[in-house]
């Protein structure tokens, strides 16, 4: 991989290698996308202090997410279809994230299976699940999420509709899919992500393999789960949840306080302050104008995360400075997927290491937990 300086230097490689098609399924927002630009121009707003004459040469971006140490305060999200901006993409990404000493999240949406990572890595790993009408198949997924020795319980809340995404539906991965010509000639002009794929053990949803009649085909797999998002999921199935699952509960999707309140009180472990990266409620306020709010009223109950546009090591600090306990990164890991695969995701997290480490020094910090409000300028 040549120079790989920013995530927007992997951005532009994985624009170059990845089919338009699923490139433009991992950029999009839903609708007019204005709050996917809000969740961007709200943290570039945000100024940083410059502190100066300090000794930092002690310093560490180390720290501990639900009390497991981490090298760095983030986590990589739960990213569907992960495994079609490169062949056995949720492994690779996986063995980046513990090779950097930071959780990963699986999707209930990716393309390797649960046994597929949990065979191909060291570590333990978060599970991110969508409860289905089908709670039969929603157990079965919790149950195979014990099996398989997942940490964390990643229960994402903010889809029992889904938002539309113009360019998924022009490129035809509307439901169920009809992919373009165009787009299957894109893909031949894309060799090295095509021989990946050749590879790769599967090319479609994993973790659905066995649950649905048909199941070889993508078509008949998204036909089902989209008939599938539960709209009656309420809070008391939480507890139903619980029942099954005995470990740490993150629930993922919270915009709200009064929602943020709700979840300490069903005993969620931590929550992830986020609009799912702008492809939700299109019009809801940016994740990073949510969070001082949000982590005042519930901090010190349960760990508060973040995500929503979070691209470099700066806007960690903006973060963990406006009250997040550590940050999710989304597309800007999915860039390094698409730029090289495993050694994309390695970079993209070491670029971001690197800038909160600098931007720590910049700042007069010694630790992530010296981060606060005092960063910032008011
Ligand atoms: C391509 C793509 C697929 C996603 N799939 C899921 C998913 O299956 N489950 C989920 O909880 N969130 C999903 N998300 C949301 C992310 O977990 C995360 O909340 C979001 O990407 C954060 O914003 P960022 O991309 O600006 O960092 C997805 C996001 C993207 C960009």
Redesign the pocket.
Known sequence: MRAMTCIEDLRQAARRRVPRAFFG????GSYTEQT?AA??SDLERIRLRQRVLVDISRRSTSSTLLGERVGLPIAL??????GL?WGDGEILACRAAQAAGIPY?L????ICSIEDVAAAVEKPFWF?L?VMKDRGFARALIERAIAARCSAL?L?V??QVLGQRHADIRNGLSVPPALKLGNLIDMATKPRWALGMLAARRRTFGNLAGFVRGEARVKALAEWIAHQFDETLSWKDIEWIRGIWPGKLII??ILDVEDARAACDVGASAI?V??????QMDGASS?ISILPGIADAVGSDLEVLF?????SGQDVLRAIALGARG????????YGLGAGGEAGVGRAIEIIRRELDVTMGLAGLNSVAEIGRHCLVD
């Open positions: 399924y991992a950029e999009a996917l969740n961007r999200a739960p990213i569907g279809l992960g901006q999240t999707g209930t949406l990716s991110q969508y990643v994402t903010d889809l993922k999707g992830v986020s609009n799912h990266g702008g492809r994740s995500d929503g546009g979070i691209r940050c999710l990164l989304g597309r800007a890991y999915i």
